[in-house]
Each structure stands twice: as C-alpha cells, then as structure tokens.
C-alpha cells in the first residue's frame, strides 16, 4: 500500500519561498505519476503541477508556471514542490497524490484528480497579507 505524506508548509511572506516534500511509503512503481494539489477554504481543489515516472513529463498550472518547480528524488522516494515568489493568493492546503502504481500515467496532459488513487494528508501553506 503507498503511503504519501506532504510537509515543509508554513508561514512565508509574499515574495518569499518554501520547497513542498512528499515522502512516499511502501509499494513504489515506475508507472505512476505523482501530483500536487491545493484547497483553500471554500474553493475547488486545484492540479497545480505533477510529474511522471514513466516518462519523466511535467505539468504546470497555468497560475504557478515559471514560480514553481516539481522534481524527484528516487533514491529518497519523496516528489518536492519548490515555491518561489509565493502571492497571497497561493495560501491553501497542498495536497501530494499518486496515480495507481499499476497503470502508467503522463503528466502531458496531467491526469484527471479521479485517476489519484492515493493522497496524502496536506500540509498548509501561508503567505501573509
């Protein structure tokens, strides 16, 4: 069963930066793709970025491309989201998930959120008035 816990969230100001891990736990596969989220109050949850393990593809939102960046760690099994030049408007809970690891996914295009199987708890992110 994979297990997947998001941290480095926090309070920052705008302008400012914070690099977002998602540690993944037991079974990992090559076909999966690993994607982050994010929920403010009373608002959709939002794809905001993903990155495949099969292909190696990334997605961006439109509302974080060129701030943020995904990467991946194998030898340390975590996905890392590093958020640079944060606006008020990034404030919400970020959520990492992952795709079935028994069926491949790209992330050009990005995966539906039906297709994440497995979502980790969220970590809250803050950027100050």
């Known amino acids: 069963q994979l297990q997947l816990v998001e941290s480095g969230g926090g309070l920052v100001q705008p302008g400012g930066s914070l690099r977002l891990s998602c540690a993944a736990s037991g079974f990992t596969s090559d076909y999966n793709a690993i994607g982050w989220f994010r929920q403010a109050p009373g608002k959709e949850r939002e794809g905001v970025s993903c990155?495949?393990?099969?292909?190696?593809?990334?997605y961006y939102a439109d509302s974080v491309k060129g701030r943020f960046t995904i990467s991946r760690d194998n030898a340390k099994k975590t996905v890392y989201l590093q958020m640079n030049s944060l606006k008020p408007e990034d404030t919400a809970v970020y959520y990492c998930a992952a795709t079935s690891p028994t069926v491949q996914a790209m992330c050009v295009p990005p995966p539906p959120p039906y297709e994440y199987d497995y979502w980790g708890q969220g970590t809250q992110v803050t950027v100050s008035s």
């Open positions: 990155i495949s393990s099969s292909d190696g593809s990334t």
